[in-house]
């Protein structure tokens, strides 16, 4: 008896198995997880059941901690503490998929210490599966931004979860319901709208609370009578509220003929609603806010180019004036036209700053690369604002380096960024030096633009080169301007594949750098 036993274990010629795989069949064969774990806590074998859990066979050596989610690690001191003294522990874990998208799971194990040092961890699905999966949703709801795709996510989760054929979310105006987002038997009903009165959204609206019809198609509802084509068997429909506004609502469907919703089934509607109401709230907001920043650059747009054409023609009549081609004019007369000509050139100044960024804005602009000298760039931006130093009594300096460097770059976005700076540098100081300082180090040039003037505090540079943040500035209000300047030569210079940089002191004055790479390809 006990030799046939031995022959058997052996994996003998009677076509016994030998120990260890017949000891790994049976662990494969349960229904719980089993994990064997290192002292290190590190896996040295998982059975079938965990395997599956994580989505992945686990190479021996895998850190426990990579498997868990990042709220489930603290609770590794609990296995630590299993080690130390021997106890066995309840833990509960958070196994993150391998696969994106693949659900996470709730475990709740039993901790032992193993005769040989290290754990066995024996774990189960803990049977609050809904929390596991709704800590998914948040987890998908969370991962799309896009008004459409969380809707259409919504409606995908909420089918299944459900156990429905068809799910829909639908939002209110006025008197009307619109079927924003839909799956399954519900997509004919997309985009369609229909009476608030008499709908089972109204319905869930005034009871606040989760509806039900078990053969929608029978009940001659509103939405039934503008799609007459839907086929739809039981309904539920659960109000989505977020932040004291109600949003819509979710709504599932089963075919024609299917069993009714069930208690747990509304349960999980509610419990979903409740999460991706939320989620609802946060893209309308997103939403908003885009639509809100495309009005604005589409208004400024609109406004700069209706104002440039008639400033350009009011430049023209004040050069034929200044030009005396009307007849002489009096000192007096033309000193007028004279400042005529400074306030017509600062208004253009300012409404091709905000073309330049409404086109930076909508993506309109494109990197226009040729061969350069650094020298010719920083000459042509510096006759630029040389009349304005002039004017001001400031000196305008530009150091060179002694060899020439040549660049392929946007020449023109790179002399904008330099004009730029340099017009700001004269503006903000009232006496002394601006100076340009061009010089190479390795693939990069650089121009420091350094002036005597007001400085900056320094808990104002981080706000310096947001849009228009600086208008509403004490400092800005005294000198004009529309706060853009900075804005865009940063967006140019990123373009460019360089950077600007900025350091100052409050009544010295400030130094400006652009860094370009000598060389940027056409994109
Ligand atoms: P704008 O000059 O049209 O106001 P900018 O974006 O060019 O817009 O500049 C933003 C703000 O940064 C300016 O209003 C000013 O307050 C500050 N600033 C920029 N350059 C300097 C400088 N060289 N010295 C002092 N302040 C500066």
Known sequence: MSSTYATADAGGPDGGVDPETGIRAALDSLDTGVLLLSPELRVTYANARWTRWVGAPLAPGT?????????????????????A????????????????????????????????GGLVLEAQLSDDDDRTSLH?????????????????TLCEIAALRCRGT???????????????????????????CFELDGSMVQEAFDQNAIVAESNYNDAGRPLQRVVPELALGPVLVAPLHAHGETLGVLAVARAIGAPSFAEPDAERLRMLADHAALAVHKSLLLQQAQSADRAKGRFLATMSHELRTPLTALAGYNELLADQVMGPMTEA?????????????HLS????????????????????????LAEDLVRAAAAVIEPLAIQKGLKLEVVLPRASVRMTSDIDKARQILVNLLGN???????????????????????DITDTGIGIPADELPRLFRPFAQVDTGLTRRHGGTGLGLYISRRLATML???????????????????LPVTVEAR
Do not use: N, Y
Request: glycine letters at 6%; proline letters at 3%; one cysteine or more.
């Open 63 to 83: 850190p426990l901690v990579q498997l868990l989610e990042e709220s489930a690690r603290e609770r590794l001191s609990l296995l630590g503490a299993t080690l």
């Open 85 to 116: 003294d021997g106890q066995p522990r309840m833990v509960q874990l958070w196994l993150c998929p391998v696969r994106a998208d693949a659900p996470s799971r709730h475990l709740t194990c039993t901790a032992r210490r193993a005769a040989t």
């Open 136 to 152: 998914d949703v948040a987890r998908r709801l969370a991962e799309v931004s896009d008004m459409a795709e969380v809707l259409h």
């Open 166 to 192: 068809a799910a829909a979310v639908l939002r209110t105006t006025g008197h009307l319901s619109e079927v924003v987002a839909a799956s399954g038997d519900l997509m004919p009903a997309r985009g369609r």
């Open 333 to 345: 007369q033309l000193d007028v036209v004279d400042r005529m000509r400074s306030v017509t050139m």
């Open 349 to 372: 100044a300012m409404i091709e700053e905000i073309l330049a960024f409404t086109s930076l804005e909508e993506g309109r602009e494109i990197l226009r690369p040729s061969e350069f």
């Open 425 to 447: 540098a004269v503006k903000f100081t009232d006496s002394g030096t601006v100076t340009l300082q061009l010089s190479r180090s390795g693939h990069s040039v650089r121009a």
């Open 497 to 515: 594949g360089g950077h600007i940089e900025v350091s100052s002191t409050v009544g010295k004055g400030s130094t400006f750098s652009v860094v």
